[in-house]
C-alpha cells in the first residue's frame, strides 16, 4: 500500500514491524520507529500507550499475516487433499526463504528466542500463534487420517508439533548457515518421515 495511502497507525505498525523483524524488539528504539515513519511523538501515543502495546499489535498483525496469507489458503484448502496442502505449505516456506535470500529467519521464532524468556504477555502472545500454527496442520493430518490417506496409529497432534519444531528448525539453520540447500535438505527429511506414516487410499488415488 502507498504511503500516503496509509493511516498514521498503519505507517508507524509498517515501519515498526520491518525493524523489529530484524533488529529484534530491544535493539529498535521507539525513536527509530518515530523518524522512519515520519511520526511526531504526539502521534505515536495517540495510537499507541507505550512501546509495549505498540509489540502487542506487531504480534497480531504478523499472526494476522501468516494465517490470511500462509495458514489457511494452504492448510484449509478444501480443492486439495490434505497431504496435498501440506507438502503445498512446505513448498511455501522453502519459496520464503529462497525470495529472503536464507535472511531474517522467522520473525515470530525470532521474537520468541528473544522474548520467551523475559515477558511473560509476549510469551504468551506467540504461544498462541505456534499453538494456531500446529492446530492448523494437526487438523490437515487428522482429515487425512480419516480417509486413510495416513496411518491409524498417527498421533496427529505430535506429529504436528513435530513438524513445527522441524520447520522452525530448518529456516534458523538456514539464516545461520545462509545456504538455502539446509532448508531444502531439513524439508525433504520431514517430507520421509511423514511418508512412514502415508498410505494409498481412494481420495489419495482420486487426486492423482
Known amino acids: ?21 530484524v533488529r529484534g524488539y530491544h535493539r529498535t528504539a521507539l525513536e527509530d ?13 495517540h495510537h499507541f500507550r507505550s512501546k509495549e502495546e505498540l509489540g502487542y499489535a506487531i504480534l497480531d498483525r504478523l499472526l494476522r499475516d501468516f494465517t490470511e496469507r500462509t495458514l489457511d489458503p494452504i492448510l484449509r484448502d478444501s480443492s486439495r487433499p490434505p497431504l496435498e496442502r501440506i507438502e503445498a505449505f512446505f513448498g511455501q516456506l522453502l519459496a520464503a526463504q529462497r525470495a529472503r535470500n536464507c535472511v531474517g529467519g522467522c520473525p515470530m521464532a525470532n521474537l520468541a528466542t528473544e522474548l520467551a524468556d523475559f515477558h511473560e504477555g509476549f510469551r504468551r502472545r506467540l504461544a498462541e500463534i505456534f499453538a494456531l500454527w500446529r492446530a492448523r496442520l494437526a487438523d490437515a493430518l487428522a482429515r487425512a487420517q480419516a480417509e486413510g490417506a ?47 506414516y502415508t498410505r494409498p487410499a481412494a481420495g489419495a488415488g482420486a487426486s492423482r
Open 33 to 45: 520507529v518515530l523518524r522512519e515513519s515520519g511520526t511526531a511523538k504526539g502521534n505515536f501515543y
Open 1 to 21: 500500500m502507498p504511503r500516503a495511502a496509509r493511516s498514521t497507525k498503519e505507517e508507524i505498525l509498517e515501519v515498526a514491524t520491518r525493524l523489529m523483524k
Open 150 to 196: 495416513l496411518a491409524p496409529e498417527a498421533d496427529a497432534a505430535a506429529l504436528a508439533r513435530f513438524l513445527v519444531a522441524g520447520l522452525e528448525g530448518a529456516i534458523l539453520l538456514t539464516k545461520v548457515q545462509k545456504d538455502i540447500a539446509v532448508m531444502e535438505s531439513c524439508v525433504a527429511e520431514l517430507r520421509r518421515y511423514l511418508g512412514l
